[in-house]
C-alpha cells in the first residue's frame, strides 16, 4: 500500500479576486476532515471563524483554528471550514 497524492486548488470564498493556490494533497482513509497548512492560509489571507479540537494521526490533540476556504479538486468544488495546522 503506498501514499496517494492528488493537486487540489484552494481559494477565499470571501475574496474572489485573490488568485487560487494549487497544492499537492496527501489522501488519509482515515481523515475525517481536510487539514490545512498555516502557510496556504497565510497566502490566501483565511479568516478564523471557529476552533475545533483535531486529533492527529500520530494521537496527541491540539486545539485548531478553523477558516472557511473552497477545494477544488478535478473541477469538483466544494466549501469549507477546515482547521489550519500551525507549525510544530
Same mark, same amino acid.
Given at each position: &500500500?503506498?501514499?496517494? !497524492?492528488?493537486?487540489?486548488?484552494?481559494?477565499?470564498?470571501?475574496?474572489?479576486?485573490? %488568485?487560487?493556490?494549487?497544492?499537492?494533497?496527501?489522501?488519509?482513509?482515515?481523515?475525517? &476532515?481536510?487539514?490545512?497548512?498555516? !502557510?496556504?492560509?497565510? %497566502?490566501?489571507?483565511?479568516?478564523?471563524?471557529?476552533?475545533?479540537?483535531?486529533?492527529?494521526?500520530?494521537?496527541?490533540?491540539?486545539?485548531?483554528?478553523? !477558516?472557511?476556504?473552497?477545494?477544488? /479538486?478535478?473541477?469538483?468544488?466544494? &466549501?469549507?471550514?477546515?482547521? /489550519? %495546522?500551525?507549525?510544530?
Amino acid at each position: &500500500m503506498g501514499y496517494v !497524492h492528488a493537486t487540489i486548488e484552494l481559494s477565499n470564498p470571501r475574496e474572489p479576486d485573490l %488568485q487560487p493556490i494549487s497544492a499537492q494533497a496527501l489522501a488519509n482513509s482515515g481523515a475525517l &476532515m481536510l487539514c490545512i497548512p498555516e !502557510h496556504l492560509a497565510l %497566502q490566501l489571507n483565511l479568516q478564523q471563524e471557529s476552533e475545533r479540537e483535531v486529533t492527529v494521526a500520530d494521537g496527541p490533540r491540539f486545539q485548531e483554528r478553523c !477558516h472557511p476556504f473552497d477545494p477544488s /479538486i478535478r473541477g469538483l468544488e466544494d &466549501m469549507t471550514n477546515a482547521p /489550519i %495546522q500551525r507549525g510544530r
